[in-house]
C-alpha cells in the first residue's frame, strides 16, 4: 500500500451527504455555549449505521461535551442531533459500575431498565458477558476484578442498553497498554456481533487509528470539524504496524498545529 493511499483523506471535513440516508447519527450546526464562553461552534458530523468514527482534539476543545449533547445529558444552544434509533448508550473512562452487585448483576441492571424479565436477564447478561471474555468471571463483585476487566463490564452494561449507538469517552485511557490493546480486540469483536455504530473520543492518535473506519479532528475551542482521514488499513489492524504509525504520525502534525494556532 503506497504511502500516498495510506494518508488520503476525506474531500470535505465535516461534510454530510445530503443523498445518503443510511446514517446512525448526525449533528448538524451543532453550538453550545456557557455563558460568553463557546465550546462547539456550528459542528456537522455524520456517522454511517455500523461504523467507528474516532474523534480527537486538544484538551478543552469540546469532545465530552459533543458526546453529552448526542446522549442527550445536555442540551445544544443551537443546531440539532438526530439518531433514528433512539437514544445511544454512553460509556466512560471511569467504569462506574455499582460495587455492591457482581458483574452480571451490574449488566442486569441495563437489561432490566429495558424491560426484561428475569430470565430474559438472566441469559442476555450471561451472552454479553461471554462477548467480552469474562463469562467465568460473572459472578464476581467489582473488587475482585481488575481495572480491565471492570472496563469490559463496563463495555458489556453499555451494549446491554440496546442502542445502535455507542458512544466512548476516553474508555481505556487509564488502563496499561496491553489491557487497552486488548480491549480494542473485545470492542473490536462486540461491534461485529452487535453490529453497533460507534462514536470514540481518545487523545491517543495511534488508538484514534486502531480502531475508527474514519478519524476526526475538532478545532481547538470552539470546536468544530476541521479535517477528516479515512483509515485503508485492513482489519485486524496493530497499533504498533507501521501502516496504523504512519497516519498518526500525519494526523499529529495537524493536532499540533491546530494547538500551536490557538494558542
Known amino acids: 500500500m503506497s504511502l500516498a493511499t495510506l494518508l488520503r483523506r476525506a474531500p470535505e471535513a465535516g461534510a454530510v451527504d445530503p443523498l445518503d440516508a443510511d446514517f446512525a447519527l448526525r449533528v448538524q450546526g451543532l453550538t453550545k455555549r456557557f455563558g460568553d ?3 462547539l461552534d456550528a ?11 474516532s474523534v480527537v482534539g486538544a484538551s478543552g476543545c469540546g469532545k465530552t461535551t459533543l458526546l453529552a449533547l448526542i446522549a442527550g445529558l445536555d442540551r445544544p444552544t443551537s443546531g440539532t442531533v438526530d439518531t433514528p434509533s433512539g437514544r445511544p448508550a454512553l460509556m466512560f473512562q471511569d467504569a462506574t459500575l ?79 497498554a496491553i489491557t487497552r490493546d486488548t480491549l480494542h480486540d473485545e470492542l473490536l469483536r462486540a ?10 473520543v ?13 478519524v476526526v479532528l475538532l478545532s481547538s475551542r470552539p470546536g468544530r470539524v476541521v479535517r477528516e482521514w479515512v483509515v485503508p488499513i485492513a482489519h485486524p489492524r496493530r497499533i504498533e504496524s ?20 490557538h494558542g
Open 37 to 39: 464562553a463557546t465550546v
Open 191 to 200: 461491534r461485529e456481533q452487535t453490529g453497533a455504530t460507534v462514536l470514540f
Open 98 to 176: 455499582l460495587p455492591w452487585l457482581t458483574a452480571r448483576r451490574n449488566v442486569e441492571l441495563a437489561l432490566r431498565l429495558r424491560g426484561l424479565g428475569r430470565a430474559e436477564r438472566t441469559v442476555e447478561a450471561s451472552r454479553l458477558l461471554a462477548a467480552v471474555h469474562l463469562a467465568e468471571h460473572a459472578d464476581a463483585r467489582v473488587h475482585e476484578l481488575s481495572g480491565g476487566m471492570r472496563q469490559r463490564v463496563s463495555l458489556a452494561r453499555a451494549l446491554a442498553q440496546g442502542s445502535d449507538v455507542l458512544l466512548m469517552d476516553e474508555p481505556f485511557a487509564a488502563l496499561d
Open 242 to 261: 507501521p501502516e496504523v504509525g504512519a497516519l498518526s504520525v500525519e494526523i499529529t502534525e495537524h493536532l499540533r498545529e491546530e494547538i500551536r494556532r
Open 202 to 214: 481518545t487523545h491517543n492518535v495511534r488508538e484514534a487509528v486502531r480502531l475508527g473506519d474514519r
Open 43 to 53: 459542528l456537522d458530523l455524520q456517522v454511517r449505521r455500523g461504523e467507528v468514527v
